[in-house]
């Protein structure tokens, strides 16, 4: 009997197949890659909504890619894993020489490679529009990114582990949509309703938007916002540990 293959070599194939997975899901590619072009071209194009003072096209660009981070590793991991628990696919590669530990490793590193190519393609795009990011910001820019996708990764895992598919399906593209409008991702919380600015202070998605803002447009690391991001991204790995089923 052949040994099963090196631990590092396992999760990496297992990244690439859920990597290819969500680029060949047609439902999952619109939402990650051609929806945030859309709102990208439509916030370069006209004047509304409002998005502070300072260049409009560099002030969308960020928000476009905290939108980005969102629907890759929030929107497109929750619905994902909680279909492969419906179907038994987390129950059994759990059990597999894989592992669970390799598993959300695997996860972890598609979402990181489906972050990569579409900061390629709307930076490529935020490029040809006229963006002019400062350079040296797109060291915080990653950290903010990958923090950012450790806190939506163990958000989408925490629903997806307590939720059936067809409701983590439903609150997932509620979630996307409610944050997209309000959680101060594309549209900065300086340009929402007191009230409003206050909770988006508070969540992932505010911070993340925050964050990249700071990032790209001034060039510096946001202190504040960051710890909120670490301190959802905490909580939800705590939460989600102890709550998530494996399968149905």
């Not at 390799?102 to 390629?120: N, W, Y």
């Not at 598919?165 to 979630?175: P, Q």
Request: glycine share 12%; aromatic share 6%.
């Amino acid at each position: 009997m052949s040994a099963a293959a090196p631990a590092a070599r396992r999760v990496l194939a297992q990244a690439r197949f859920e990597t290819g997975t969500l680029l060949r899901n047609g439902e999952q590619l619109l939402v990650a890659v051609l929806l945030p072009c859309a709102a990208l071209l439509a916030l370069a194009s006209t004047s509304l909504p409002s998005l502070g003072t300072g260049r409009r096209i560099d002030l969308a660009v960020p928000g476009v890619l905290a939108l980005c981070v969102i629907s890759s590793a929030f929107t497109a991991q929750a619905i994902a894993a909680g279909f492969d628990r419906r179907y038994g696919v987390l129950r059994l590669l759990g059990v597999s020489p894989l592992g669970r530990a390799g598993l959300l490793g695997a996860k972890g590193l598609a979402v990181l490679a489906v972050e990569a190519l579409q900061l390629v393609v709307i930076g490529g795009l935020g490029l040809a529009l006229g963006w002019h990011p400062v350079w040296a910001g797109f060291l915080w820019g990653a950290v903010f990114a990958v923090a950012g996708s450790w806190a939506f990764v163990a958000l989408a895992l925490l629903l997806a582990g307590t939720l059936r598919a067809e409701g983590v399906l439903a609150v997932a593209n509620l979630l996307w949509v409610a944050l997209l409008a309000l959680g101060g991702v594309i549209v900065p919380r300086s340009q929402l309703p007191v009230g409003l600015c206050h909770l988006a202070a508070v969540l992932p998605s505010g911070a993340l938007g925050d964050g990249l803002r700071a990032a790209f447009v001034h060039g510096r690391l946001s202190g504040v916002p960051l710890l909120v991001l670490l301190a959802w991204a905490l909580a939800a790995t705590v939460l989600a540990s102890r709550t998530f089923r494996w399968s149905d």
